[in-house]
């Protein structure tokens, strides 16, 4: 049987290897030769860099924190009205990008907005006559990827509340324990673990976000790996930065497994009847309900309405060839990524099937990888082994006298689509992974008894089983490639854009009327996985 997997696992191994290979490239850089100009950054804006990279990633937690956890429980511990609707538009925000919603903000809270016009019409104010908060700071950045964040808190404490014990709930109301009593003593603590992981995604995304804080002026360790790369012409120097934040986020990710190492839930949540939810009464019940509906209405109602009425007014300025291009681009990227990733995602987990050892499980997360490193860090990763391609291609072209071909790699759509399947490839995988484990193994035995070799055992068993598993993998790592900012700003090629950077162009260039439209439509986009991921949580009580 070792012998037969031999394919097999050779294929997972080099796939591997490849999706790899960024994250390695990486540390191989920044080991190299120190040059002046990372010193200099060390001596002078480092420092700066560090403390708002750690202000904002504390207080988007604290926010997300506040923000997603009182929902969840209110979603699925309380009897509301509209909670039908609230349960999935609460996820909503997710779907927007922090960029679009930081750039909606600005226009609405900047000296020129309608809000400061309208104070200053309603109470006659003068310039200088009042004080009014800056939104393009760190803590108008903390509020806005709060804002947009939240729902990963949200959704994995949601899910954690409806699958606690019933029991526990009933004893509590025996005692006496008032709903607030309940979620401190029971609810709370037993969704620790749900709370800690949905934290530590937010703390990623944080620390990868670029185009917020770009756009707000506040420098973190994500722009100083945009600026040394590009403002410097220093790649080493931005590698040397990349290794600093992956080192931060693997100590995040290991800080969060240790604080739960030696925390066991058992939990058998058994079917009741009974609804033994909470009827809030009076304030109680309205404060619920204003604070689950004006968190929609400010992280996602508001900003689509106001995208959808500036893509309504400027229509014909915005429906332009060059609109019409850069949506193909994005398509084009998407679709290529996302048949590349899924095709990736069949052998590994297939090679797990079949082998079911150390190498295959180690080949299974090591693929898994791309996804903790941040859009801007995997670009540089991406970059310097698509570069030492296109160096040697040219130099063996020079070698044996032929025409030099150029940029191949670095200069076409490969290195976007690299990025993407490194990234994304993860993605692909949790989802075929969870449906390839409902395939019964009686039916891997029974194909081989009926002498169908492996390739015929995937083609006739295991595919037509997992299409839908398959399909649901193609779609999200489609829409996330669909609307990622920062790997598509530093490597596409020249005169190349994506919907997600043309937004980007002319938002930073104050235009974002003529940024509505495709805005809009890379938030409907993103509404798709959404969808399907509320519905896996639509389980009676």
Same mark, same amino acid.
């Given at each position: 049987?070792?012998?037969?997997?031999?394919?097999?696992?050779?294929?997972?191994?080099?796939? #591997?290897?490849?999706?790899?290979?960024?994250?390695?490239?990486?540390?191989?850089?920044?080991?190299?030769? #120190?040059?002046?100009?990372?010193?200099?950054?060390?001596?002078?804006?480092?420092?700066?860099?560090?403390?708002?990279?750690?202000?904002?990633?504390?207080?988007?937690?604290?926010?997300?924190?506040?923000?997603?956890?009182?929902?969840?429980?209110?979603?699925?511990? +309380?009897?509301?009205?509209?909670?039908?609707?609230?349960?999935?538009?609460?996820?909503?925000?997710?779907?927007?990008?922090?960029?679009?919603?930081?750039?909606?903000?600005?226009?609405?809270?900047?000296?020129?907005?309608?809000?400061?016009?309208?104070? %200053?019409?309603?109470?006659?104010?003068?310039?200088?006559?009042?004080?009014?908060?800056?939104?393009?700071?760190?803590?108008?950045?903390?509020?806005?990827?709060?804002?947009?964040?939240?729902?990963? =808190?949200?959704?994995?404490?949601?899910?954690?509340?409806?699958?606690?014990?019933?029991?526990?709930?009933?004893?509590?109301?025996?005692?006496? +324990?008032?709903?607030?009593?309940?979620?401190?003593?029971?609810?709370?603590?037993?969704?620790?673990? &749900?709370?800690?992981?949905?934290?530590?995604?937010?703390?990623?995304?944080?620390?990868?976000?670029?185009?917020?804080?770009?756009?707000?002026?506040?420098?973190?360790?994500?722009?100083?790996?945009?600026?040394?790369?590009?403002?410097?012409?220093?790649?080493?120097?931005?590698?040397?930065?990349?290794?600093? $934040?992956?080192?931060?986020? =693997?100590?995040?990710?290991?800080?969060?497994?240790?604080?739960?190492?030696?925390?066991?839930?058992?939990?058998?949540?058994?079917?009741?009847?009974?609804?033994?939810?909470?009827?809030?009464?009076?304030?109680?019940?309205?404060?619920?309900?204003?604070? +689950?509906?004006?968190?929609?209405?400010?992280?996602?109602?508001?900003?689509?309405?106001?995208?959808?009425?500036?893509?309504?007014? /400027?229509? *014909?300025?915005?429906?332009?060839?060059?609109?019409?291009?850069?949506?193909?681009?994005?398509?084009?990227?998407?679709?290529?990524?996302?048949?590349?990733?899924?095709?990736? *995602?069949? =052998?590994?987990?297939?090679?797990?099937?079949?082998?079911?050892?150390?190498?295959?499980?180690?080949?299974?997360?090591? &693929?898994?990888?791309?996804?903790?490193?941040?859009?801007?860090?995997?670009?540089?990763?991406?970059?310097?082994?698509?570069?030492?391609?296109?160096?040697?291609?040219?130099?063996?072209?020079?070698?044996? !006298?032929?025409?030099?071909?150029?940029?191949?790699?670095?200069?076409?759509?490969?290195?976007?689509?690299?990025?993407?399947?490194?990234?994304?490839? *993860?993605?692909?995988?949790?989802?075929?992974?969870?449906?390839? &484990?409902?395939?019964?193994?009686?039916?891997?035995?029974?194909?081989?008894? $009926?002498?169908?070799?492996?390739?015929?055992?995937?083609?006739?068993?295991?595919?037509?089983?997992?299409?839908?598993?398959?399909?649901?993998?193609?779609?999200?790592?489609?829409?996330? &490639?669909?609307? !990622?900012?920062?790997?598509?700003?530093?490597? %596409?090629?020249?005169?190349?854009? #994506?919907?997600? #950077?043309?937004? /980007?162009?002319?938002?930073?260039?104050?235009?974002?009327?003529?940024?509505?439209?495709?805005?809009?439509?890379?938030?409907?986009?993103?509404?798709?996985?959404?969808?399907? =991921?509320?519905?896996?949580?639509?389980?009676?009580?």
């Amino acid at each position: 049987m070792k012998e037969k997997n031999a394919v097999w696992k050779t294929s997972s191994g080099v796939l #591997t290897l490849l999706l790899v290979l960024p994250i390695l490239a990486i540390f191989y850089t920044a080991l190299g030769e #120190t040059s002046d100009i990372f010193s200099h950054l060390i001596n002078t804006v480092m420092p700066t860099y560090t403390i708002n990279t750690v202000l904002l990633v504390v207080g988007v937690l604290i926010l997300s924190l506040i923000l997603g956890v009182p929902s969840a429980w209110f979603m699925a511990m +309380c009897k509301l009205p509209s909670e039908k609707v609230l349960q999935w538009a609460l996820v909503l925000p997710l779907a927007m990008p922090g960029y679009i919603i930081g750039y909606i903000f600005t226009d609405w809270f900047d000296f020129a907005g309608p809000i400061q016009i309208w104070l %200053r019409n309603v109470f006659e104010w003068g310039v200088g006559d009042y004080w009014f908060p800056d939104i393009r700071t760190v803590g108008g950045a903390t509020v806005v990827l709060s804002l947009v964040l939240y729902p990963y =808190v949200y959704l994995l404490c949601r899910a954690a509340f409806m699958e606690q014990n019933v029991s526990l709930l009933q004893s509590a109301r025996l005692l006496k +324990c008032t709903p607030l009593e309940s979620f401190w003593r029971i609810s709370l603590p037993l969704a620790r673990p &749900s709370i800690a992981v949905g934290l530590s995604l937010v703390a990623m995304e944080t620390i990868g976000d670029f185009g917020t804080v770009s756009y707000f002026a506040v420098n973190t360790l994500t722009t100083a790996v945009y600026d040394t790369w590009l403002g410097y012409s220093s790649l080493s120097a931005a590698a040397k930065i990349s290794a600093l $934040m992956m080192m931060v986020i =693997v100590l995040l990710l290991g800080a969060e497994r240790y604080s739960r190492r030696r925390q066991k839930l058992f939990q058998n949540q058994y079917n009741s009847h009974e609804d033994f939810r909470y009827e809030l009464q009076g304030w109680k019940k309205w404060f619920a309900v204003i604070w +689950c509906w004006g968190l929609v209405s400010i992280a996602f109602i508001f900003p689509l309405g106001q995208l959808v009425i500036y893509a309504y007014k /400027y229509f *014909a300025q915005s429906w332009t060839p060059e609109f019409q291009l850069y949506a193909m681009n994005s398509l084009k990227v998407s679709i290529i990524a996302a048949v590349i990733a899924v095709a990736i *995602a069949i =052998v590994v987990n297939f090679y797990r099937r079949l082998a079911s050892n150390t190498s295959s499980q180690v080949f299974m997360r090591a &693929s898994s990888l791309g996804y903790a490193v941040p859009g801007t860090v995997l670009a540089i990763g991406v970059m310097v082994p698509v570069l030492f391609m296109d160096h040697a291609i040219n130099d063996f072209a020079v070698w044996m !006298e032929w025409k030099r071909p150029g940029l191949l790699f670095s200069g076409s759509m490969f290195a976007i689509v690299f990025a993407m399947v490194v990234r994304f490839s *993860a993605v692909a995988i949790g989802s075929i992974e969870t449906s390839l &484990s409902k395939v019964s193994p009686s039916l891997d035995m029974a194909s081989r008894t $009926m002498g169908c070799k492996q390739n015929q055992m995937l083609a006739r068993v295991h595919f037509p089983l997992i299409k839908r598993g398959i399909l649901i993998a193609g779609l999200l790592v489609f829409i996330e &490639s669909m609307k !990622e900012l920062n790997a598509a700003l530093l490597l %596409r090629p020249f005169n190349f854009e #994506t919907l997600a #950077t043309y937004v /980007y162009n002319f938002a930073s260039d104050e235009h974002l009327e003529l940024a509505a439209m495709p805005a809009v439509l890379l938030v409907l986009v993103g509404l798709i996985p959404l969808i399907i =991921v509320n519905r896996s949580l639509e389980q009676p009580h």
